[in-house]
C-alpha cells in the first residue's frame, strides 16, 4: 500500500501546479488510479493540496469494480467552494448516491468505471 501511494506521488514535485487547470480562476487538478484503495485517497488529497498550494483537487481510483471520489479544496478557497458539493456533482456519474465528508475533504464511490470522465467533466462545469 505504501509503495502504491509512492508511486502515486511520483514524478515531478510541482507536477500538480503545472497540470492544474484554470476553470473560473481557481486552478482544479485531477488525477485518476488504479488499484489504489479509496481509502488512501484522503492523505493523497493532502499531500496533493500542500504541493498545489491553492485550489480543488479531484482524484478518482478504481479497484475490484469499484470506483472511489475524493475532493479536496484548499483553506483559502472553502468559503467560496465546498467539497462535500464537488463530490455530490460527481457521484452520479458513477453510479452512486451521496457522498459526504468536510468542506476541504470530502468522498463518495460508485460501481460505473466507465463514468469517470464524465465525473471530471462535471466537476469542471460545476466550477465553470
Same mark, same amino acid.
Given at each position: 500500500?505504501?509503495? @502504491?501511494?509512492?508511486?502515486?506521488?511520483?514524478?515531478?514535485?510541482?507536477?500538480? /501546479?503545472?497540470?492544474?487547470?484554470? !476553470?473560473?480562476? =481557481?486552478?482544479?487538478?485531477?488525477? *485518476?488510479? %488504479? +488499484?489504489? %484503495?479509496?481509502?488512501?485517497?484522503?492523505?493523497?488529497? $493532502?499531500?496533493?493540496?500542500?504541493?498545489?498550494?491553492?485550489? /480543488?483537487?479531484?482524484?478518482?481510483?478504481?479497484? $475490484?469494480?469499484? =470506483?472511489?471520489?475524493?475532493?479536496? /479544496?484548499? %483553506? &483559502?478557497? #472553502? $468559503? @467560496?467552494?465546498?467539497?462535500? $458539493?464537488? !463530490?455530490?456533482?460527481?457521484?452520479?456519474?458513477?453510479?452512486? @448516491?451521496?457522498?459526504? +465528508?468536510?468542506? &476541504?475533504?470530502?468522498?463518495?464511490?460508485? *460501481? &460505473? #468505471?466507465? +463514468? #469517470?470522465? @464524465?465525473?471530471?467533466?462535471? /466537476?469542471?462545469?460545476?466550477?465553470?
Amino acid at each position: 500500500a505504501e509503495l @502504491k501511494r509512492k508511486l502515486a506521488l511520483a514524478g515531478e514535485p510541482n507536477a500538480e /501546479v503545472a497540470q492544474a487547470e484554470q !476553470v473560473n480562476g =481557481v486552478p482544479f487538478f485531477a488525477q *485518476t488510479y %488504479s +488499484g489504489i %484503495s479509496g481509502k488512501e485517497l484522503p492523505s493523497l488529497i $493532502d499531500e496533493h493540496k500542500e504541493r498545489l498550494k491553492s485550489g /480543488v483537487i479531484l482524484l478518482i481510483t478504481e479497484s $475490484d469494480n469499484r =470506483v472511489s471520489i475524493a475532493a479536496g /479544496v484548499s %483553506s &483559502d478557497l #472553502v $468559503d @467560496k467552494i465546498s467539497a462535500v $458539493d464537488i !463530490v455530490r456533482c460527481a457521484v452520479p456519474e458513477i453510479g452512486g @448516491k451521496g457522498g459526504g +465528508g468536510r468542506p &476541504d475533504l470530502a468522498q463518495g464511490g460508485g *460501481t &460505473d #468505471v466507465l +463514468g #469517470v470522465e @464524465k465525473a471530471i467533466s462535471a /466537476v469542471r462545469s460545476f466550477l465553470s
